[in-house]
């Protein structure tokens, strides 16, 4: 099965948490907005594919992930669908609704990131919403993160079964974002992230370790790992991190 | 099999979008926290649920529910699950992972809502954010509403089987969802409603024929159903809605 990816082509995004059980499971799979439009992907793809095709079933935003007949969109959604196949989910329903669930969690976190920057709204410029940006990111750094990070190691903590994932005791896609998010938060809150760090040792392992596996590595130090940039989610700011 | 549902007992909120469900089914399920404490429930057991119990499973916030031995958290999840055992959602993977897709981006709409009164914070008082949200919620209004609006009239445009659903040729919990933002945001937004509704006879008209069905009819009169009220997601605050 080769499956394909249809996310903007220059940021990490949410096609990052994508990408990731992608590359850690090794599987065969093209980001099709980063091929050439003259070989009938790129930008003109990624396009046709939210307008839903032949099925009829637009998506509001990318990520998509098309996979033989199935064309599926929203990032949880893509990782419910990708877990069990890539080997990075549990079997049983059960643990699948509790991976998703810390994935919805995380989905919530991500999007009070965006929103410490963009607060006003996604079709202003961040220079057009500096002051309140200030604000949110201020009872971001200062409130919410902890509150998020505290759950999170509370996660790992109460896990029953050893090896230090978030859920069961293998890696799953959840660990893969969670290395993400730390990723992203190291990026682009390093002075809240230096001061908040300390309380989170089992995050912080988890990171080590997902940045750690071979295949991860490999991805990581390729150029299909797209750097962090002040166009994405994850922004380096400095007038936002305190 | 008796549900337990785990919710903040005053408000509708994300709450509503499982009970909808329940009702619809007529399922047999309790409402945890608006049960006494006397008797063992309300808020005391609402709070040592979040905990997560035995389980050692956490939830960051309600709802929550509970079917046997299962506790599964964030809504989408939870009506992923009951979708296919309320006949809710149709049985093929395809058709759940549609009908999932829709429901997350209901809930980003959702989150857009809530964000127009609490731009800055959900630890302040909307008081204290005024400013900041009427910045947002004309953007709201102005923008963001009709974009989510118009995706979803062409997702009920481009289903190929008739009856006016959503998803495939049956009621799934995805119109019940859709008729509870309708219904949310004809009571926060009146003004901006009335100017833009016109323009999707689609989403009106599946929220009449939702609201007709006899056990959403019975649910809606019944006192089950909490008013909509200025603590809740959908907010009356004249000055957002323009």
Known sequence: MRYELYYWPTIQGRGEFVRLALEEAGADYVDVARMPARKGMGMPALLACLDGGAGGQPAFAPPLLKAGEALIGQTANILLFLGPRLGLAPRAEA????????????????????????????????????KEARRRAGEFTGQRLAKFLDYFELVLANNPRRGGFLVGARLSYVDLSMFQMIAGLRYAFPNAMARLERDYPGLVGLHERVARRPNIAAYLASKRRLPFNDEDIFRRYPELDH
């Open 95 to 130: 643990g699948r609704l509790w991976a998703h669930q810390l994935q919805l969690t995380i989905a919530d976190l991500l999007g009070e990131v965006h929103d410490t920057h963009h607060p006003v709204s996604v079709n202003l410029y961040y220079a057009d919403q500096k």
